[in-house]
C-alpha cells in the first residue's frame, strides 16, 4: 500500500515538473519567435532606408564623390596651363571613366577641348574642336570675356560658395553675358549667375 502511495507521488511530482518544464518550452519559444519578429522588422526597415538612398540624390552624391578632390575651378587652371588662351566652359563628364572637359579658345580663335583628372588633375588629353567657327554670338561672348573681371576660373570659385560645382559655361540672357554655373549640395541641384564684372552670383531665375 505504501508502495502504491510512493509511486503515484512521484508520479504527480514528475507531471506536475514536466508542465513546469513544458511551460518554459513554451515560454521560450515565444520568446524566440518575438524576437525573430524584432528581427524580421529590423531588416524590413533598413531595407527601406537603403531604399530611400537610391534615388536621385543618392546617384548625385555618388556622382560628387566621382569628380574626385580635382575642383571646377582646378581643372580650368589645369586646362589653361597646358593650352593658354581664354576659357569658356568647364563641365564634369561622367562617362564612365569621368573627367572634366574644359573649353578653351586660344589666341588664334582655335577652339580645343581639354579632359582633366579628376583625382590627379593632370591633363589627359587635348584635341581641337572641327567645328570651331564662331557666328556673331560666340564672338560677342568671346569678347566679353575677354574684357571681364571675372574669369571662368573665378566664377567656378565664386559659385563654389553655394555647393560643389559640377559645371560652368557662359549664358546670352536677354542680351546680358554672364557666366551661368550649376551646383550641387545635399543632393539638391543650383543654377547661379556671375556677373562678368563683379563676380556677383544670384540665383538663374529660369530655375523659379
Known amino acids: 500500500m505504501k508502495r502504491n502511495i510512493v509511486i503515484a507521488t512521484l508520479t504527480a511530482a514528475a507531471l506536475a515538473a514536466g ?14 519567435a518575438t524576437q525573430r519578429q524584432a528581427d524580421t522588422n529590423a ?11 537610391t534615388g536621385d540624390s543618392a546617384d548625385d ?21 597646358h593650352t593658354p588662351g ?20 586660344r589666341g588664334d580663335g582655335s577652339e580645343h577641348d581639354v579632359r582633366i583628372a579628376p583625382d590627379s588633375g593632370k591633363v589627359l588629353g ?10 556673331s554670338d560666340d564672338r560677342a561672348e568671346l569678347a566679353a570675356v ?3 573681371s ?13 555647393g560643389t560645382v559640377t559645371e560652368v559655361g557662359l ?14 549640395k545635399d543632393g539638391k541641384h543650383g543654377e547661379w549667375k556671375v556677373a562678368l564684372d563683379s563676380g556677383r552670383v544670384t540665383q538663374d531665375r529660369d530655375e523659379d
Do not use: C, M, P, Y
Not at 61 to 81: F, N, Q, Y
Not at 126 to 135: E, M
Open 43 to 53: 531588416r524590413a526597415a533598413a531595407d527601406r532606408d537603403d531604399e530611400s538612398v
Open 146 to 148: 575677354k574684357g571681364a
Open 19 to 32: 508542465g513546469t518544464v513544458a511551460a518554459f518550452a513554451a515560454g521560450d519559444d515565444e520568446a524566440t
Open 171 to 184: 549664358d546670352d540672357d536677354n542680351g546680358t553675358v554672364a557666366w551661368s554655373a550649376e551646383t550641387v
Open 126 to 135: 587635348a584635341q581641337r574642336d572641327a567645328d570651331d567657327d564662331k557666328d
Open 61 to 81: 552624391d555618388r556622382t560628387a564623390a566621382h569628380r574626385g578632390s580635382v575642383t571646377a575651378a582646378e581643372a580650368i587652371a589645369a586646362a589653361l596651363k
Open 86 to 105: 581664354t576659357a569658356l566652359a568647364a563641365d564634369f563628364e561622367d562617362d564612365g571613366a569621368g573627367a572634366w572637359e574644359v573649353t578653351v579658345v
Open 150 to 162: 571675372t574669369d571662368a576660373r573665378e566664377a567656378a570659385l565664386a559659385a563654389a560658395a553655394k
